[in-house]
């Protein structure tokens, strides 16, 4: 990937008035990122955490109340839509009912008064890259819901932008069609090399998708970086929560030496990476993933109840009580033999590299 800015927000807010009409909201507050050419960088967050509000910013459905926005070093923040070089792909698909797929493909190639030859080469061409080659004539309400999100997906594609949006496309998409859609979506734009802004609240989504991930927060950007990043080391308890499930152990520091931190879990002691220099005696929480963790009979491991037990083919998921605390234990491929029982006994092990430490 060309390390170029394509894209840049420096310090951009918007703030609207709140709905009591007392004070105002920062829906999104002092943002700046960088997003190179050709990357796939993907807002994540809960609902109200800004995500949508920054795509619009940069779209120009909304203006900033405050900062720029900078397309191949020009300043767009306040230019319309349909003056960006931008293309949005809707959760909605918003296709034109009474039109066919080529002319709602076409639509935005006529606005721009391209000559008719070339828009039946370019729709063409992009129906054959959305595995839609017979499907010209027909119109929105005689496709699957898939095809329509490809049409929508072509209908962008076609003007060749030179920056994608995505507002949460497959959210209307059953769960075997979101996989195969999202796999497509991620194909088509590798082979394109197009800058892309994906939005969505689906965490396996974002991480499947991206080259990078912002997860925000209350209008911020409470964390950046390439997925295994987010998720193998969150910077924050919320980061650690909203990406996958985590456990949070309270652990005490026992111990520091080069940059490690020696430390107690679940009566093994670790050392692990305390890039923010605790003391000795600091009070910190351990993250520990549920697929770190696993159940054995063994007595010589620190000693779990299943509280609950549940069986789902490629794995089976536990809910353990350890000292008082319920922690979510995750096995891959269990064979029936091993399958423990609510109420059970057993012993609880970890994968030692895998804690992860957060401040308290």
Known sequence: MAQVGSLILE???????????????????????????????????????????????????????????????????????????????????????????????????????????????????????????????????????????????????????????????????????????????????????????????????????????????????EQLGPPEEIYRRPVSRFVADFIGRANFLPVVVESVQDGQAGITVLGQPVRTAAPFGPAVGAQLTAVLRPEALSLKNDPSLKQATVKQAMYLGSSSEYIVDVDDRELIVVESDPSTEQIFREGQSVGIAFVPETVHLLPK
């Open 11 to 221: 310090n951009i807010s918007k703030i609207f008035p709140a709905r009591d009409g007392q004070g105002e909201v920062r829906a999104v507050d002092d943002v700046s990122l960088t997003i190179y050419e050709g990357e796939f960088l993907t807002l994540l967050g809960p609902s109200g955490c800004g995500k949508t509000t920054t795509l619009r910013l940069i779209s120009g459905f909304e203006m900033p109340s405050a900062g720029r926005i900078l397309l191949d070093e020009k300043d767009i923040s306040h230019r319309p839509p349909n003056k960006r070089d931008m293309a949005m792909v809707f959760q909605s698909y918003a296709l034109f009912p009474h039109m066919t797929v080529f002319n709602n493909i076409a639509y935005g190639l006529r606005v721009q008064h391209v000559s008719r030859s070339e828009i039946r080469a370019r729709v063409e061409k992009v129906l054959d890259l959305m595995s839609l080659p017979n499907l010209g004539a027909r119109r929105p309400n005689e496709l699957s819901g898939g095809q329509q999100q490809r049409v929508a997906l072509a209908r962008s594609l076609v003007v060749e932008p030179r920056v994608l949006l995505f507002d949460e496309p497959l959210s209307n998409l059953d769960a075997k069609l979101r996989v195969q859609m999202r796999s497509e979506i991620r194909n088509i734009q590798r082979r394109l090399n197009i800058t892309s802004v994906y939005v969505t609240h689906d965490q396996v989504e974002a991480m499947a998708l991206s080259d990078r991930v912002v997860v925000m927060n209350e209008g911020k950007i």
